[in-house]
């Protein structure tokens, strides 16, 4: 298969419009801030986000503006200024309805309002899916104050990106050992999040829920497919997997995404690249090269590649006229 016979759809891009002030350089641990002044710049940058599409490397980008990377020292981020992120977000996609979809920013703790901010951002602003943290402070997304903003994009059949988050006390147990064991901190919480969801049955009181996690919650996945014969659920934990993750492919790691798709099956893996955070590059080449090697044959490697985020996102009809 060739490169250019293989269009993608990036699910994991992230974008802070320069009305926004990252405060990464002040609350990541010291030795990535050097590394995050940089990458601020890329964050904002709305040409460079299009980059890529215009150089036929992208056929689309899934945008979110995490609110970690704006949020104040303790991690709030306030009500009106989410708000904010998903109006002036709204407004980029506006600009670009050919090359860009967008995910709104949810504080999925706020309870009834983070619902209601779900519906505005879902039926009125054109957002199609919603993005949240794995955790606050000691919560995971699980909690009971949680419950209003997954039950809302359930209803309303759109997924839920739950992303990963430095988590306390671990990233500053792990932050001496660098970058690596930053992600390993992040990947805990994620994984976290994915069997938490799946352990306290959220999944069986939302049975249209669907929810996205990156390839860092692998351990979370893998041992819920080790395991699954013990889970409480009906059928087990993997089968109720596979009817509500999908996780996407970030690092392009070859074993990863051929675990991944024995345990979930090839419709459930998303090509998701974590721009401009972790790959920072053309994708197409590198995502080709990786399925390849996971053994994928041309129709998994086209699902994973964008068939699958065009589903979730209730796009593929329209995909189809966009995609080259």
Known sequence: MSN???????????????????TTT?????????????????????????????????????????????????GNVDRELIVEINDVLAEVIGRHPRRLVGLATIDAYDGDRAAREVERAVRHLGFRGIFVDSARGKTLIDAPQARPA?????????????????????TTQLAPYGRLCTLLA???????????????????????????????????????????????????????????VFIDTMGFAPALIRASVDLLGAENVIAGSDWPIVNDGPIQP?????????????????????????????????????VR
């Open 150 to 170: 997954l039950r809302a994009a359930a209803e309303l059949g759109v997924p839920v990106f739950v992303h990963p988050v430095n988590p306390e006390p671990l």
């Open 4 to 22: 250019q016979s293989l269009p993608v759809i990036d699910f994991h891009i992230h974008h802070v419009p320069a009305r926004f002030e990252p």
């Open 186 to 244: 992040r990947g805990t919480v994620n994984s976290a999040a994915l069997v938490a969801l799946l352990e306290t049955g959220v999944f069986t009181e939302l049975p249209k829920l669907r929810v996205v996690v990156t390839m860092l919650a692998f351990g979370g996945l893998a041992l819920a497919g080790g395991f699954s014969d013990h889970s409480r659920l009906p059928g087990g934990g993997l089968e109720t997997l596979r009817r509500h």
């Open 286 to 322: 590198i995502l080709t090269r990786a399925l390849a090697s996971a053994g994928l044959s041309e129709a998994e490697s086209r699902a994973v590649a964008a068939g699958n985020s065009a589903r979730l996102l209730g796009i593929a009809a329209w995909t189809q006229a966009v």
């Open 26 to 74: 002040c609350n990541f641990p010291p030795g990535q801030r050097e590394r995050w002044a940089g990458v601020n710049r890329k964050l904002a940058d709305e040409a460079l986000l299009l980059r890529d599409i215009d150089e036929g490397d992208l056929a689309l980008r899934v945008v979110n503006t995490p609110a970690a990377l704006i949020a104040d020292a303790t």
